[in-house]
């Protein structure tokens, strides 16, 4: 899990962002991941605005292209990966708190931390190089709103969560959706 120094809950929830002490290394890192992914989406430009490349474009080229739009698109998550989005509950906290400790139990997620207005679920995924990379959901509960954003912390690197936060984010706003319906 990555290390959240002096989580303040209240200003998140008001400012629907993460606040929190970021270390060096978590700075270090964002600087780190945009200067590679920036490379990524300039170089393959350059590549292919180059005077001296034949006339002739293949298929090299369109596979070039498309680095580049997932440089730029790293680039937007890991910016925006503190960002907290809204999802309307029902009117009551604990009903919500307790729908979703449900829904995150069923999917085998981990408990992490558990107050009134906050839960951190964590899973955990070995990939073949020998680190371990953490997924973390942070969950804020203010009224009958949910504050939610998806992290991910890794052994060398913390890399930006791609496509799993929209997933998880869908899958909270349809099973308000379908509880709220019934």
């Known amino acids: 899990m990555r290390e959240l120094k002096h989580l303040d809950i209240n200003k998140s929830i008001e400012a629907k962002k993460l606040i929190f002490s970021e270390s060096w290394f978590d700075k270090f890192d964002r600087v780190f991941i945009y200067f590679i992914h920036g490379v990524l989406s300039i170089c393959p430009f ?8 034949s006339k002739t474009t293949g298929l090299e080229y369109y596979l070039i292209f498309i680095l580049s739009v997932f440089g730029i698109y790293s680039i937007y998550k890991k910016a925006t990966e503190k960002n907290l989005t809204e999802i309307v509950g029902s009117a009551d906290i604990t009903y919500n708190k307790e729908l979703l400790m449900k829904y995150c139990a069923k999917r085998g997620f981990d408990l992490y931390r558990d107050s009134k207005k906050l839960i951190i679920y964590n899973s955990n995924h070995t990939f073949g190089f020998g680190s371990d990379n953490n997924t973390s959901r942070i969950i804020f509960f203010d009224k009958d709103k949910l504050l939610v954003t998806v992290i991910k912390d890794g052994f060398r690197a913390n ?4 496509f799993s936060d929209t997933l998880f984010k869908r899958e909270i706003k349809n099973l308000f959706k379908i509880t709220g319906s019934s």
Request: no cysteine; hydrophobic share 40%.
């Open 159 to 162: 890399p930006p969560i791609l």
């Open 46 to 53: 350059l590549i292919y605005f180059d005077p001296y490349k």
